[in-house]
């Protein structure tokens, strides 16, 4: 006699549909590895556009120091009293501008990163020859949560500065 499955009979657990646990556990494992670094990477990245952003500020402002140490006065200036670097609190804007005795001179206008903004308005001017500026500043950045800080001193010397 031949042996046949009685429909009474149960089938042995191996052969039942559906997952196994540690088929499960693996999946669960893979899905929360794949979210964590996305979530983690999210994060680099905002802080690696606060650190751009910073260092282009930090890169006019060289600019406005080099030129106002050099004398660089442009054209339709008077006399050069120095160079301006300007932003209002929560814009993702500055501008550069030649400081004259006659007029104001637009020199240039940087635009950051649309999520990172100012904190506090900045008005640096860094005056003409000895290089040294208005009023010592620190300089605040933000993206979401992340900050980025830096100061000018009273010599007009510009920090490297860091994350918060």
Do not use: W
């Amino acid at each position: 006699m031949t042996a046949q499955l009685l429909p009474n009979h149960r089938q042995p657990p191996s052969a039942l549909p559906g997952f196994t646990l540690i088929e499960l556990l693996v999946t669960i494992s893979l899905t929360l590895l794949l979210v964590g670094g996305a979530v983690g990477f999210a994060s680099f990245n905002n802080r690696q556009q606060l650190i751009a952003a910073a260092k282009q500020v930090q890169s006019v402002m060289t600019t406005a120091r080099t030129k106002a140490r050099a004398g660089d006065r442009p054209s339709g200036c008077g006399r050069l009293l120095g160079y301006q670097v300007t932003a209002a609190a929560g814009t993702s804007s500055l501008t550069l501008t030649a400081d004259c005795s006659s007029t104001d001179i637009v020199d240039s206008t940087t635009q950051l990163n649309e999520k990172v903004a100012f904190d506090a308005a900045l008005d640096i001017t860094f005056r003409v020859l000895h290089g040294g500026v208005n009023a010592p500043a620190t300089i605040t950045l933000s993206h979401g949560t992340d900050q980025y800080q830096f100061t000018v001193s009273a010599g007009g010397e510009i920090s490297e500065g860091g994350l918060l």
